[in-house]
């Protein structure tokens, strides 16, 4: 009978890893979510190969202790979360602790970071999670992480790497679910040298009607896909309040039926923050459009759900683009509801399906 043994912390990590990393693009997810939590306002991102030699994010948020450095890259060690209880009211898209552990796990990252007000930075450079020690650097306030040659050091999954191409076409979706959460954050997204994305902030009106508090939505819309596409867009917005005082709301837009695609890549669904996939929304949106649509059409939607961080439990994938909502039928009957109502107020001419 073989010993039980501990894993060495490498091969823990790189079995993390082979949840939360699966391609350059999970690379990009995670070092943005990370820049966003950070609360920075401009977040460059750069890719070298499809992200396959590098990923690069640089961000001017609230930047790490250098005391932090080494804590930052290490397994389950966070400073969003410290109590169990927590993680029933997350208020940001990290908590897990892991991500940085299981990529640098797998990996050559380094880490370069100024603390806002610190006289100087720090930097690490982890390869394949040897022990590092950071050294004093001179940066700017923010941080940098640079992730390459991924999978350098588990050929098995380097083997699982399509095409640049294929992996540049990931990553830019994963950069795109994050740009349209935070339409007030400044990006751009570069890819061996040209300039894929510059997406200027959209400051968010506080504004009591619905069009003017979504024209900046609406604008980050339309940089990132087209002005057509944009303008084609009807608003939609409800509020469904809550016994305990609380109320989930959902605002966004849909498009006109003529706007529908062979595909259901153009429906975006954001839910606190956070975009996620959601078979049962998905679903109410396709029963709100059942009889509009010519068959094997899909729907276009980019829409935003916000309610009390209690009611979802985002802990159920090590991605996070699953979540389970505590109240999924209401909110089935409130995405469905809210659509059919606007479409029977709406003159929605059925003219003629366009493709592209
Ligand atoms: P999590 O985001 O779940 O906390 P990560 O492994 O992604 O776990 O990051 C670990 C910790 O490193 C974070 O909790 C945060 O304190 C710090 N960190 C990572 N990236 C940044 C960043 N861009 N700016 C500031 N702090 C960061
Ligand atoms: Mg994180």
Redesign the pocket.
């Known amino acids: 009978m073989p010993a039980i043994k501990p894993l060495p912390p490498l091969v823990v990590n790189q079995i993390a890893a082979g949840e939360v990393v699966e391609r350059p693009a999970s690379v990009v997810k995670?070092?943005l979510?990370?820049?966003i939590?950070?609360g920075?306002t401009r977040i460059d991102v750069l890719l070298e190969k499809g992200g396959v030699e590098r990923v690069r994010?640089v961000?001017n948020?609230?930047?790490?202790d250098a005391d932090?450095l080494p804590?930052?890259?290490a397994n389950h060690?966070?400073?969003?979360i410290t109590a169990a209880e927590q993680l029933f009211e997350v208020g940001?898209?990290?908590?897990?602790?892991?991500?940085?552990?299981s990529i640098a796990s797998v990996s050559r990252l380094t880490i370069r970071?100024r603390a806002r007000g610190a006289a100087e930075g720090a930097e690490l450079t982890v390869c394949g999670a040897a022990e590092a020690v950071a050294a004093p650097a001179g940066c700017p306030e923010?941080?940098t992480?640079e992730v390459d040659d991924l999978f350098f050091n588990t050929p098995v999954r380097h083997k699982f790497l399509r095409s640049a191409q294929t992996e540049a076409g990931h990553a830019t979706e994963a950069f795109t679910r994050v740009a349209l959460a935070h339409p007030g954050v400044h990006f751009t997204l570069t890819h061996n040298g040209r300039l894929i994305h510059e997406l200027p902030p959209c400051p968010a009106a506080a504004d009591a009607t619905l069009e003017p508090r979504l024209a900046g939505w609406r604008q980050r819309i339309a940089t990132l896909f087209s002005d057509d596409l944009a303008a084609a867009l009807v608003a939609v917005s409800s509020r469904d309040e809550r016994p305990d005082g609380t109320a989930i709301t959902l605002e966004g837009f849909v498009a006109n039926p003529s706007q529908s695609r062979s595909h259901a890549r153009l429906q975006y669904l954001l839910v606190n923050g956070r975009s996620i996939r959601d078979r049962s929304l998905q679903h109410a949106l396709g029963e709100a459009y059942r009889g509009l649509l010519l068959s094997g059409r899909k729907p276009i939607c980019f829409l935003r759900l916000d309610m009390p961080a209690a009611l979802i439990d985002v802990n159920v994938h090590p991605q996070k683009q699953e979540v389970r909502f505590a109240e999924a039928g209401a909110l089935y009957s409130q995405l469905l509801g809210t659509l059919r109502t606007k479409f029977l107020s709406t003159d929605l001419r059925a003219g003629a399906q366009t493709d592209r």
């Open positions: 995670e070092l979510e990370n820049a939590d950070s920075a994010v961000d948020g609230t930047g790490i932090d804590l930052a890259i060690a966070t400073s969003k940001t898209l990290g908590f897990r602790g892991e991500a940085l552990a970071s923010g941080t992480v």
